[in-house]
């Protein structure tokens, strides 16, 4: 799913991209000429190795995503901004998807099992 920047307007335009067992869900708001506000959702589930035992497990998804994005180079002043900057003016729903999963997988995660035995060695 590509939109191109253009479409976008103050009215809020949902989009919704699946990728496995994930979904992608949310609107596309125009702030400015050339910076949008996303709002979205990923729910569904992943599977990810555990960190541990490198067991693929289905994690649950229930993730809030706010970001911005912007019509080429950002020229904002605003640092606190999480911008991402498209090329050629269109956003690409997919490439913005699987980035986002990259940015979950990457965090720590054990599964149930992994939970269990590092609690015992705690305790
Ligand atoms: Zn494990």
Do not use: W
Request: hydrophobic letters at 35%; proline letters at 2%; a negative charge.
């Amino acid at each position: 799913m590509k939109i191109a920047f253009r479409k976008l307007s103050s009215q809020p335009l949902h989009f919704e991209v699946n990728r496995d067992n994930a979904l992608f869900s949310g609107d596309l708001i125009l702030k400015k000429s050339n910076l949008a506000q996303l709002n979205g959702t990923i729910t569904g589930s992943i599977s990810i190795p555990c960190d541990i035992c490198a067991e693929e497990v289905e994690k649950p998804l229930d993730e809030e995503v706010v970001f911005y994005l912007s019509d080429g180079i950002f020229e904002g002043s605003d640092q606190e901004l999480d911008v991402v900057e498209i090329d050629q003016s269109m956003i690409d729903m997919e490439e913005l998807f699987q980035s986002e999963i990259e940015l979950i997988k990457s965090d720590y995660y054990c599964c149930a099992n992994c939970e269990g035995t590092s609690l015992d060695r705690e305790f």
